[in-house]
């Protein structure tokens, strides 16, 4: 799979080197910090790499307005107003200080998703590791800009958005001489449905911008994103909560600790078994060649007899000639009495009468 590598805080994010797996906080505390510091310590013992903050204020997103272009029509959030969601969802800045010192504690990368430039500013004073870009702000050229200039690396989600769209990302970025970067490719429905999520886009936009790529996630459960490792994601995202029943913006589509940790678990496993391209046995099955097939004598045969499909077979194990030579064997004679059960080897086979 093509694309180069990024390096978040010293870490190796692209082909070759382990999954770089993100816990997802979004509105998942619930306006309450404690929860906040709860889950980046369930994140760290489920075995992320990361944990990601989103960083706005209701009025950083929208405007305070009713109805119209500013209520939510369709999905998980119909009839809320923009600004009531995001009042709702957001993570108090005053909390951003506390949530880092608790991630480098814990030796966790902690970054966010800003969502305009004095947030982007906000976070460069933090010391954050690299920046998020949320899939509706892909299109904001300015503010890809602004955060490109920081000289930090930057992981974009790619939501809605057409090869022209991403492609205006990428040269915006490296415009600002910044190509450390990396895509997620990314639907953006809240739950979003195996269907829509055509997984073969991650090696095409590897291959195409030469960039790692990788998967936020916001499907369902777990399969998706394996799915998407075993296409060669460098990098997923996946909601954290604790309790889905407890509700909140983002609950429905997000992973408990439990399931988080076994999804990370299966990542693992499946980066060891997808390995690389070889053939012939492995160390372990080398031992399993002797009970390959072979040509035995099946029954007794006399000295001088015929060997037929009747007295001679391809059984297992292999000790006896190769299967490639039962051509070559039948129609010839028993150099002398063989008796059933006896591999077949050159010097038990004549051509005498």
Known sequence: MHGATLVIAGRAVGPGS???????????HRQDKAEALRLIRAAKEAGADAIKLQTYTPDTMTIQASGGDFEIRDGIWKGRTLYDLYAEAYTPWEWHQDLKREADRLNIHLFSTPFDPTAVDFLDDLGVPAYKVASFELVDVPLLRHIARKGRPIIVSTGMATLAEIDEAATAIRGEGNEQFAFMHCISAYPALPEEMNLRTIPNLAETFNVPVGLSDHTLGMAITLGAVALG????????????????????FSLEPGEFGQMIQSVRQLERALGSVRYGPTEREKEMRSLRRSLFAVTDVAAGEVLTTRNVRSIRPATGLHPRY????????????????????WHLITDDE
């Open 326 to 345: 039962l051509t070559a064997v039948l129609g010839r004679r028993a150099a002398r009495g063989i008796p059933s059960g006896t591999p077949l080897s």
């Open 233 to 252: 994601a460098c990098l997923v995202e996946k909601h954290l909560t604790f309790d889905r029943a407890a509700g909140g913006p983002d609950a429905a």
């Open 18 to 28: 382990p999954v770089y797996i993100v816990a997802e906080l979004s509105a998942n």
